[in-house]
């Protein structure tokens, strides 16, 4: 009888403690992703350096060595799924996948939906144009046909910029880019980083104007409320301070 009384105290005592940690049994994303072995990364697989197709297959870049980190700490392995970059948030707040890793730039419209990590790189937009088109500024955009991808923050800006002849929308950069380069478009509105790496590909056809257009920051996607946040949040913090988002970056960019 004793020994019943003992076991039922010890499991009340466990249940209490489960219910004063949330990240004890269900409710914890962290633990789910342990029991599942994988860490699953929604991304849009055309936004070098952050993320791009590898010479061997596969998606490499900034934002997938971030992940890769994330999943070290957890102890698992990183699956990638990809998919357009404006299906991305409404995905990871459904659960179809654990983190959002698309060179996402923190917004409160987003923010509605899904939660952020800290920022890891700050990112901006600009105008990726013609060579020699002579286009530097958002108000020589004044009449022009403008591309963008669709629901990103470089469609936000033409939107609100608001003096374009047109806005052209597409589901991901390497449409828009292939518009621009067979001379559909005037101008892309898009993140510096791609804009360079995109340029430098094609270096006596585009080049990026000017200068910035917008101050932003980059950040994970992590659904609402998950314990997963604290850990990337962790591993962000340990790699900014070993440099290592940097080395990324450069790693990533054109040698
Ligand atoms: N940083 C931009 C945004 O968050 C573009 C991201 C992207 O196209 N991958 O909207």
Redesign the pocket.
């Known amino acids: 009888m004793k020994k019943w009384t003992r076991l039922l105290t010890a499991l009340m005592a466990a249940l209490l403690i489960c219910g004063m940690f949330a990240a004890c049994g269900k409710g914890s994303e962290v633990a789910e992703i342990k029991k599942s072995g994988k860490l699953v990364v929604l991304?849009?697989s055309?936004?070098p350096p952050?993320?791009y197709q590898g010479e061997e297959g596969g998606t490499i870049g900034v934002d997938m060595e971030i992940c890769q980190a994330i999943a070290d700490e957890l102890g698992v392995e990183l699956e990638v799924v990809d998919m357009d970059?404006a299906d991305?948030p409404a995905a990871v707040a459904a659960g179809k996948g654990h983190i959002a890793a698309?060179?996402?730039?923190?917004?409160e419209e987003?923010r509605q939906i899904m939660d952020f990590t800290e920022s890891y790189l700050p990112?901006a937009?600009y105008l990726l144009v013609p060579a020699g088109s002579g286009i530097k500024t958002a108000a020589d955009l004044e009449g022009k046909v403008v591309g963008v991808?669709v629901?990103?923050?470089?469609?936000?800006f033409a939107t609100q910029q608001g003096n374009a002849k047109s806005i052209e929308r597409y589901a991901t950069?390497t449409e828009a880019s292939a518009a621009l380069m067979s001379g559909k478009l005037d101008a892309v509105v898009?993140?510096e980083l791609?804009a360079r790496a995109i340029a430098a590909q094609n270096a006596d056809k585009l080049e990026v104007a000017g200068e910035k257009l917008t101050e932003?920051e980059?950040a994970l996607g992590i659904a609402k409320d998950s314990d997963l946040l604290k850990k990337a949040n962790k591993v962000i913090a340990e790699l900014k301070e070993e440099g290592k988002i940097d080395a990324f970056v450069s790693n990533h960019s054109m040698k």
Do not use: C, N
């Open positions: 991304t849009s055309d936004f952050f993320e970059f991305i698309a060179g996402m730039t923190v917004t987003r990112a937009q991808q629901g990103t923050t470089g469609d936000h950069l898009v993140d791609p932003e980059y």
